[in-house]
């Protein structure tokens, strides 16, 4: 007994939750296979290797932020124009995300821009990835609050730190000047270093308009376009479709 209590004690001091949580079975398993023990050492180091991993899966799924969980299989690339099941499936390897790359989502809205955004961040998320989740609007609150209030720090902090940073619905609001600063600031910062989502109902050209300068606008499109993919999406808008339906299915009964 004093053996085991003393396994427990070393298990906890080199902190290997994921051993605590399953040693009665891993050493019943082991005496009932009748494993060797460099195969038992093996499995003890691959089952807390294994649970660090998920543990960091699980932190990282927490701190992206995502507003709902969207995923890539539930996503009809039939109803859409200007992506293709085949291109999101070379996307899938995340190789996009090591060569600090940007995809940037154009079209209007319900046509499943978010969705998307979010099922690449959580497949990132998935193989390992750190990300941050944001709405623009949320994002310039958090940029101006970030001098003063701790949790905003933090939180820009960790968007700086992040291997992919989504900014969602860039175009619904107007951006004020120091706003459009902040971000253009934000931006420089993430270049050639994080890769980048946005999406924007907003075409280019409009962007100027709604950060309410051309020059600042065009440095920060050439950022973002630099290693850039761009996909203007087109189609019917899904929330609209569904609610047709809904209006049909309830004439129907
Ligand atoms: P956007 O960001 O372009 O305004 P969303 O991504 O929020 O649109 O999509 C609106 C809703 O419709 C969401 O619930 C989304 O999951 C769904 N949706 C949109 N396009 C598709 C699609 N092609 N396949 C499946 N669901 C879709
Ligand atoms: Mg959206």
Redesign the pocket.
């Known amino acids: 007994m004093k053996s085991y209590e003393n396994t427990m004690t070393y298990l906890k001091t080199l902190n290997m939750k994921g051993v605590l949580e399953k040693l009665d079975e891993l050493v019943n398993d082991a005496e009932i296979q009748k494993h060797s023990y460099i195969t038992f050492l093996n499995t003890i180091l691959n089952t807390e290797i294994e649970s660090k991993r998920l543990r960091r899966i699980k932190r990282n799924m927490t701190g992206a932020h995502f507003p709902i969980i969207?995923k890539l299989k539930?996503?009809?690339?039939n109803?859409?124009k200007g992506i293709g099941k085949s291109e999101s499936i070379i996307l899938n390897d995340c190789r996009w995300i090591d060569k600090k790359e940007n995809l940037l989502f154009f079209?209007?809205?319900?046509?499943?821009?978010?969705?998307?955004a979010i099922s690449f961040g959580i497949i990132a998320v998935e193989k390992g990835y750190t990300v941050c989740f944001e709405r623009i609007t949320n994002l310039m609150k958090l940029l101006k609050l970030s001098e003063v209030q701790r949790s905003a720090e933090f939180r820009i902090k960790r968007i700086l730190k992040s291997e992919l940073v989504i900014i969602?619905?860039i175009g619904y609001t107007p951006i004020d000047k120091k706003e459009a600063n902040l971000f253009f600031n934000l931006i420089s910062e993430l270049y050639e270093k994080t890769s980048i989502i946005i999406?924007s109902?907003k075409s280019f050209e409009e962007w100027a308009e709604m950060m309410g300068d051309e020059i600042m606008t065009t440095a920060l499109l050439d950022r973002l376009l630099h290693h850039g993919k761009i996909y203007n999406?087109d189609g019917e808008s899904?929330?609209l479709k569904?609610r047709i339906k809904e209006k049909e299915e309830a004439i129907k009964n």
């Open positions: 969207k539930d996503f009809d690339f109803l859409i079209g209007p809205p319900g046509i499943g821009k978010t969705h998307l969602d619905e999406t109902n999406l899904y929330r569904e």
